[in-house]
């Protein structure tokens, strides 16, 4: 499946090139490694059925602000949708990992504010802090965040913060909606096995601790990206919807 649409592609060129100039002072580097992939010609190509790393990076997203992909190819429309299918997007939402530009952020606060609820991004690479309505804490995510008040967590390929996701989701009684990247963070506790992705082996070791409290869902078919997301829902949602 190609995941850019030719034609947009290069129609918008210029104009992603303007925006990453536009800003520059936020991090040279950024927008030096842009400037260059928004010029390669190389990106017009089917990429693997098993790298949603490959669009899931600083360049991506900006494909995505200007609408580059083809229909079924944006990750983060994709799990825009899936949070609004479970209607995680409605109270106090916290994202980790957004990544250098907010993209999710930004397709999902609309939503948010509709509820009268609130979005916190831990991200302490963020180059796009001033978004409206949304509270930005430049640190990394861990076991000893404080996320009282919060009512549902999700990250979109958050790497090494998964665990601390998912540990927090399930001690502290959150909605938690988890895709997972295909790198291998290995440790004692969660291994990669043979054949399989390290992910796949957490969300075993999920499973087996938490039973059917640990969902596990696939991303639509169309998308090509065969990588587990994990489900939970608090005892609030619970009672919410019962």
Not at 129 to 144: G, Y
Not at 211 to 237: F, Q
Request: proline residues 4%; charged residues 30%.
């Amino acid at each position: 499946m190609k995941l850019l649409n030719e034609e947009k592609y290069f129609s918008k060129k210029t104009e992603m090139l303007d925006f990453i100039i536009e800003n520059k002072d936020k991090d040279i580097e950024w927008a030096k490694y842009l400037s260059i992939h928004i010029f390669e010609d190389s990106y017009i190509i089917e990429f693997p059925k098993n790298t949603p790393h490959e669009i899931a990076t600083d360049d991506s997203e900006i494909f995505s602000k200007f609408g580059v992909y083809n229909e079924g190819s944006y990750p983060y429309i994709e799990m825009a949708k899936l949070l609004q299918s479970y209607s995680f997007l409605e109270g106090n939402c916290c994202e980790i990992g957004a990544g250098s530009y907010p993209r999710l952020a930004e397709l999902v606060i609309p939503k948010i504010k509709l509820s009268h609820g609130s979005l916190t991004i831990y991200e302490p690479e963020l180059l796009f802090s001033d978004i409206e309505n949304v509270t930005v804490v430049k640190e990394k995510f861990t076991k000893e965040t404080d996320i009282k008040g919060i009512d549902t967590l999700y990250g979109l390929y958050p790497c090494k913060a998964t665990i601390s996701i998912a540990d927090k989701a399930f001690e502290e009684d959150k909605n938690l909606m988890l895709a997972f990247c295909p790198c291998d963070h290995s440790t004692k506790e969660h291994l990669k096995w043979m054949g399989k992705y390290w992910a796949e082996d957490v969300c075993m070791d999920y499973r087996e601790k938490y039973g059917k409290e640990a969902e596990i869902i696939n991303w639509p078919s169309y998308t090509g990206i065969d990588l587990p997301i994990m489900v939970r829902r608090s005892s609030k949602y619970k009672e919410k919807v019962r």
